[in-house]
C-alpha cells in the first residue's frame, strides 16, 4: 500500500500499523528505514485503544489483514469511530461465532462441523457488514485475490457514504441487531467480545 500511495499515485502518506507484537512491529520499523520509507511507521498497541493525536489526524482510511477472530472487530469499531472514509478488511478466522451460534433453526447446517464453519465464516462477516452499514457505509464483499491462492480470500469493504442517523442506517442498525438475535440466541454482539 505504501508503495502504491507513493511512487505510483505520487503522494505522500503518513501510515500507521499497530499490532501487538512488540518484536514484529520493531522489525517492520526497521525494513520501513532500511528502504527510506518516510511516513510508514509501527507501534506496539491494542488498536482497540489506540488513539491519534487530534481529530485531525484520524486515518482516512483502515485495513485491516488477516486480523484473528474478534481482532477484525476490534478494528472495525475503531475505524468506525474514528471516522475513516475506507474501511478494507480481509479477516482471518471466525473462532467466536463457532462457540457461540445458538440457532435451533440452523442446527441442520450446524450439525455438521465443516458446514458450521463455513456457515459461521460468511454469517461473522455478512454481521460486519450490516454493523459498517448502521455505522454509514456502502459496503461489499469482495474475492481478494484468485481463490486458488488462499482459503481465506474475503475482502470486506466499507465507503462511508451516509449520516448514521438517517432512517437507512437505522433500519440497517436494526437488521444487525435481528440477525444477532437469531444466530446468538440474543446474547451480546459478537465485536463487543
Known sequence: MYH???AIRHRQVRMV?????????????????ELGMDGLSFVCADVSLYEFG??????????????CD??????????I???ARLILSTPCCHHEMMRRLDCPALDFIAGHSMLKQKLCDAATDALRLKRLEAAGYEVAA???????????????????????ASARCREAAEAYAA????LLGGGAPCSKD
Not at 474478534?70 to 475505524?79: E, G, I, N, S, Y
Open 4 to 6: 502504491y500511495f507513493t
Open 17 to 33: 500499523g499497530v499490532d501487538m507484537k512488540a518484536e514484529v512491529m520493531d522489525d517492520c520499523n526497521a525494513i520501513a528505514r
Open 54 to 67: 487530534s481529530p485531525e489526524d484520524c486515518p482516512d482510511m483502515v485495513i485491516s489483514l488477516h486480523a
Open 70 to 79: 474478534t481482532a477484525t472487530d476490534r478494528v472495525l469499531d475503531r475505524a
Open 81 to 83: 469511530a474514528w471516522g
Open 142 to 164: 469482495l474475492e481478494l485475490i484468485d481463490p486458488e491462492e488462499t482459503p481465506k480470500n474475503v475482502m470486506l469493504r466499507g465507503i462511508r457514504r451516509y449520516d448514521p
Open 179 to 182: 440477525a444477532e438475535r437469531f
